[in-house]
C-alpha cells in the first residue's frame, strides 16, 4: 500500500486546514486509517484513527472536538479536518494504515504496516 498525504501548511491560530490521504496498491475498504504527528524533539504521537470494521473513529484527547477524520472508500482516501488549530498542533503529520488495528493499539505506531510520507502544519500565534 502507498499513502500519499497533502494539505499542510502555515496558517494561524484558530484557522483551519484539511489535510488528505489517499492509498494505492490494494484495497482499501478494509483498513483501518489514522493521522499521527511529530513535532520536532518529541516522539510521535496518535491524532486519530477510523476504524473499516464498524466506522468508528477515535481521537486524542488533545485534538477531540477540534478535529475530524472521515474517509471515502470510492476514492480510496482519508482526511483530517482540523479547526480551531493551535501553536501546540504545530508538526509533521503522517497517515497511516493498518490490517490488524485492535482497540487496545490504536495509538501506538508500531501497530501500524503502512506511512505516508508526512505533511507539514505549521500554526503561527
Known amino acids: 500500500v502507498q499513502l500519499q498525504a497533502s494539505g499542510g501548511g502555515l496558517v494561524q491560530a484558530g484557522d483551519s486546514l484539511r489535510l488528505s490521504c489517499t492509498a494505492s496498491?490494494?484495497?482499501?475498504?478494509?483498513?483501518?486509517m489514522g493521522w499521527f504527528r511529530q513535532a520536532p524533539g518529541k516522539e510521535r504521537e496518535f491524532v486519530a484513527v477510523?476504524?473499516?470494521?464498524?466506522?468508528?473513529?477515535y481521537y486524542a484527547d488533545s485534538v477531540k472536538g477540534r478535529f475530524a477524520i472521515a474517509r471515502d472508500n470510492a476514492k480510496n482516501t482519508v482526511v483530517l479536518q482540523m479547526n480551531s488549530l493551535k501553536p501546540e498542533d504545530t508538526a509533521v503529520y503522517y497517515c497511516?494504515?493498518?490490517?490488524?488495528?485492535?482497540?487496545?493499539?490504536?495509538?501506538?505506531?508500531?501497530?501500524?504496516?503502512?506511512w505516508g510520507q508526512g505533511t507539514l502544519v505549521t500554526v503561527s500565534s
Open positions: 496498491g490494494r484495497s482499501f475498504s478494509n483498513l483501518h
Open positions: 497511516a494504515a493498518g490490517d490488524r488495528i485492535i482497540l487496545s493499539t490504536i495509538a501506538i505506531p508500531r501497530h501500524y504496516d503502512y
Open positions: 477510523f476504524r473499516w470494521n464498524g466506522g468508528r473513529t
